[in-house]
């Protein structure tokens, strides 16, 4: 068993729609992915875990470009 967030891992597809047009929203993939300091080591499951299981991901709007934040609840699969 290891707990991880579905949509880092693809096992899950994005289902919200845009609050602006009510098209689809798209991830962009972790936070950190754009704030933190690059190094793949702070984008490991491991680190997920000690933030509660929880990801936080960054949607954008395939159609108008409209961001939004996601909080994944990791899973254990
Ligand atoms: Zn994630
Ligand atoms: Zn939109």
Not at 40 to 50: C, D, I, N, R, W
Request: with cysteine.
């Amino acid at each position: 068993m290891e707990l991880v967030c579905p949509l880092c891992n693809g096992l899950k597809d994005v289902h919200a729609a845009c609050r602006e047009c009510g098209g689809q929203m798209v991830d962009g993939g972790m936070v950190t992915d754009y704030e933190g300091p690059y190094s793949p080591y702070e984008l490991t499951p491991q680190v997920k875990q000690e933030n509660g299981g929880r990801c936080t991901h960054l949607l954008y709007c395939g159609t108008c470009g409209e961001q939004m934040y996601m909080i994944a609840q990791s899973e254990y699969i």
